[in-house]
């Protein structure tokens, strides 16, 4: 033998690994990893398709803004404290928690109680509202002004006939 030794031999190493081992080591972490993108992909595309159904399910009803019948009635008569601008009365519409707000002599607010943020039903304190789950804090007009970030609370619509002194809700 001349002594000559085989190119793989002269890169200094022994080449079988790299022919033979190698590529196949690679090929195996290759697929591994478009396995584990696939999957991932897959687990992704899963959690939008269920959100999806979820939304789907519900209708896309927002659940922090109940619907309250049709043309609700409510004679502020029976609310003493509506009498007064800044005065507050809860109700319950169809089922549903809401906050009327008087805010002049010929207008209302009225708020869903129902808390943005997880559905928590809020109280009055003062000239707050305040959810007693994670402390989110509201304005007698519905906005969030503190505590755990959310948004303001719904508002409905209001019409008010000052001569039946009633005040149609929607
Ligand atoms: S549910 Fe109201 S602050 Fe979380």
């Not at 939008?48 to 609700?72: E, F, H, K, R, Y």
């Not at 009498?83 to 707000?101: E, F, K, Q, R, T």
């Amino acid at each position: 033998m001349s002594g000559s030794r085989s190119g793989r031999e002269n890169a200094g190493h022994d080449c079988g690994d790299c022919t033979s081992k190698r590529p196949a080591e690679l090929l195996s972490m290759y697929a591994t990893a478009e396995d584990g993108i696939a999957r991932r992909t897959f687990l992704v595309q899963s959690g939008i398709l269920a959100a999806m159904a979820a939304l789907a399910a519900c209708g896309g009803a927002d659940s922090t803004a109940p619907g309250v019948p049709a043309n609700s009635q409510v004679n502020v008569n029976d609310f003493p404290a509506l009498a007064n601008v800044g005065g507050v009365a809860m109700v319950s519409l169809g089922g549903a928690p809401v906050a009327i707000v008087r805010t002049s002599s010929t207008s209302f607010l009225a708020l869903s109680r129902v808390c943005p943020h997880q559905g928590g039903i809020v109280q009055q304190f003062g000239t707050r509202f305040v959810c007693p789950v994670h402390g989110a804090t509201f304005d007698l007009n519905g906005s969030w002004i503190g505590g755990q970030r959310t948004s303001s609370l719904h508002q409905y619509t209001t019409t008010f006939d000052s001569t039946a002194n009633t005040l149609t809700i929607s």
